[in-house]
């Protein structure tokens, strides 16, 4: 029979000054380990949020990512009339050619510069952005230099209030309109005229086309057209699919969480076994005293590390306590598929509390097993002279 | 072979220790019989080996040699967990140092070797509450052992030791860290165990005055019984 678990959990309490540091140093692991696993959730989720299941993307082939892409203006007009394409109720195809470019900003504050992705639509590419709609002011109007900006963006952008004037380019953009997509990849841009947007770039090209197939078999039969067609060279892959795959920079930092809390981790498990030797080392009469009233090896260890255990798992509650607080906290950083600044919210989420809980006690058993052990191989006449 | 009215029979016992390169012998060779419901006192002084009989007899340390038999049962051929379950069973300790866990209460203290019985709540509820009874300290059982006097730790050390009605009831030096009233309270409460509870208690003491208690003395020294 086990020891009682108020055993192991006052054990615990009564020596809070000596255990702070190891509960702490957990509780730092797990924090970083739960922070930066947010950090890549919020980032793939403002990718993988993307999109209308509906649309098709086409961008050139061999292009990583739409900025990259480059689009003649006949190959537009010799898609656009594609029976697969559906149309709307004035019989136009539902087909947007968009425009993207770089632009380098000041941040508001003082806080330097960074690029935004500046994206040139058509009003057929509102239209098949569901997910995307206004949130203060009004739309561009076709032909105007205006400016839409995404809200979130508008938060860390100087000149990014409504009626501001914004410098870029070879021409200069009023602020109409903020948007608001829903947490997606467009959170992180600005929306213009395109045919303004090529102009003020010089461009003559377009970088993809958005385009809404009549249903599921005709959007096969689109991909099949204007895949196999040498004149294109294009790639057409559905839009969710493509936002999906645009996860390159989370990856890292998955990468980088992991590496970080194992690192740390094995720092954290010496601490945990510091603390449990000397933990061990001055209650040795008393496990001694355990061993004479009949309770076996076994239970002591057990004991020990429901001890260690309950530690490492308060640690990891003040680590996991600590990372929501940056629940839902927007911040930015550069993306390494646009290489501009990509907006996206910190996701606590149910799975990475368990996973930093699980952690966090995983590193207080690992370290709480060899003093345990030593503690319950001690003779117990040993055991019972200890001072 | 145990004699049939003797709860521990000890023959040709040995104990020798490898201090360094150097063996120190504990006991020489000593046989000795304890009668149920007897209060043995081991009188001697440090190193005499007292404590080592007691240690053999209660299963906490075993003889190089020679045979102890407590109950008809051979302690020495036990294996650990055997002999942890024996001592659970079969013995009450009482230390110097009253060995009291310091986060557990005096209810809980007392309770720690019911944990491995069978027995369910309630009935571990009601032995423990007898146990407190019996050494008069019911009132104190929510009490930690930091709020107790040493007297009353020493008194709730031995509820604990009673509180699987085991047959022998082994203590170690119990009035050493006591002053001298809780010394004899403590005392007058092993005697009443032996006398009104019918328990074998064998107590190791350096104090001929705590040793008058018992209903026997025996004399270690250096290892061997001098009378």
């Known amino acids: ?387 | 072979m145990a004699a049939p009215d003797n709860i521990v029979t000890i023959r040709n016992l040995s104990k020798i220790y490898l201090q360094g390169e150097i063996n120190v012998t504990a006991l020489d060779n000593i046989s000795l019989d304890i009668a149920a419901g007897e209060f043995l006192a081991l009188l001697g002084p440090s190193g005499s080996g007292i404590s080592t009989v007691l240690h053999i007899i209660a299963g906490i340390d075993r003889p190089t040699s020679g045979e102890c038999h407590v109950q008809g049962i051979d302690v020495a051929r036990l294996n650990e967990s055997q002999l942890a379950d024996w001592r659970n069973q079969n013995v009450g300790f009482v230390f110097q140092t009253f060995n009291l866990i310091p986060v557990l209460t005096a209810f809980e203290n007392v309770e720690l070797p019911l944990l491995l019985t069978r027995l369910t709540r309630r009935a571990r509820r009601r032995q423990v509450e007898t146990a407190l009874e019996l050494v008069g300290l019911a009132d104190r059982a929510k009490h930690l052992p930091k709020q107790l006097s040493g007297g009353q730790e020493q008194r709730v050390a031995i509820a604990r030791a009673l509180v699987t009605d085991p047959a022998l009831v082994v203590a170690d030096e119990p009035t050493g860290n006591l002053d001298s009233h809780s010394a004899q309270e403590v005392l007058g409460v092993l005697r009443a165990l032996s006398q009104d509870a019918g328990k074998t208690v064998i107590m190791v003491t350096h104090d001929p005055k705590a040793a008058a208690f018992g209903s026997r003395q025996i004399h270690l020294e250096k290892g061997e019984l001098t009378k």
């Open chain 1, 1 to 387: 029979m086990a020891l009682p678990i108020n055993y192991s959990l006052r054990n615990a309490l009564v020596r809070w000054r000596s255990t702070l540091a190891t509960v702490l140093g957990i509780a730092l692991v797990v924090f970083v380990f739960v922070l930066l696993q947010s950090l890549a959730a919020g980032i793939e989720r403002s990718s993988a949020n993307t999109g209308d299941p509906r649309n098709l993307l086409v961008v050139r082939k061999g292009s990583t990512a739409e900025s990259a892409s480059l689009i003649t203006r006949q190959t537009l007009t010799e898609i656009r009339y594609f029976e697969e394409i559906a149309r709307n109720e004035k019989g136009e195809p539902i087909i947007s050619a968009d425009v993207l470019a770089l632009v380098n900003l000041p941040r508001r504050e003082r806080g330097g510069e960074a690029n935004v992705l500046l994206r040139g639509v058509t009003p057929r590419g509102i239209e098949l952005r569901p997910q995307v709609g206004l949130v203060a002011g009004r739309w561009f109007v076709p032909g105007k230099r205006e400016l839409v900006v995404s809200a979130k963006l508008a938060k860390r952008f100087d000149h990014f209030d409504l009626g501001d004037t914004v410098h870029t380019g070879s021409g200069q953009f009023t602020v109409v309109g903020w948007l608001a997509a829903g947490g997606s990849a467009f959170d992180s841009e600005c929306w213009l005229d395109a045919d303004e947007c090529r102009s003020t770039f010089d461009r003559d090209m377009y970088s993809s086309f958005l385009v809404r197939p009549v249903d599921e078999a005709a959007g096969e039969r689109l991909i099949q057209r204007i895949e196999t067609d040498r004149r294109f060279k294009l790639k057409v892959e559905k839009e969710v699919e493509y936002y999906r795959k645009q996860t390159m920079t989370a990856a890292p930092i998955k990468w980088l969480g992991g590496f970080l809390a194992v690192m740390m981790s094995v720092g954290a498990v010496f601490a945990a076994m510091n603390t449990m030797y000397a933990a061990v080392g001055a209650r040795t009469r008393e496990i001694g005293t355990l061993r004479v009233l009949g309770f076996r090896r076994r239970a002591v260890v057990t004991a020990l590390l429901v001890e260690g255990a309950f530690l490492a798992f308060f640690g990891g509650m003040i680590g996991c306590a600590l990372a929501f607080y940056w629940n839902g906290y927007t911040t930015a950083t550069m993306g390494f598929e646009t290489f501009s600044e990509i907006v996206f919210e910190f996701r606590v989420t149910p799975k990475f509390v368990a996973e930093g809980l699980g952690f966090a006690v995983a590193v207080g058993l690992i370290g709480t097993l060899l003093p345990a052990i030593r503690a319950a191989r001690l003779p117990v006449i040993d055991a019972l002279k200890s001072i």
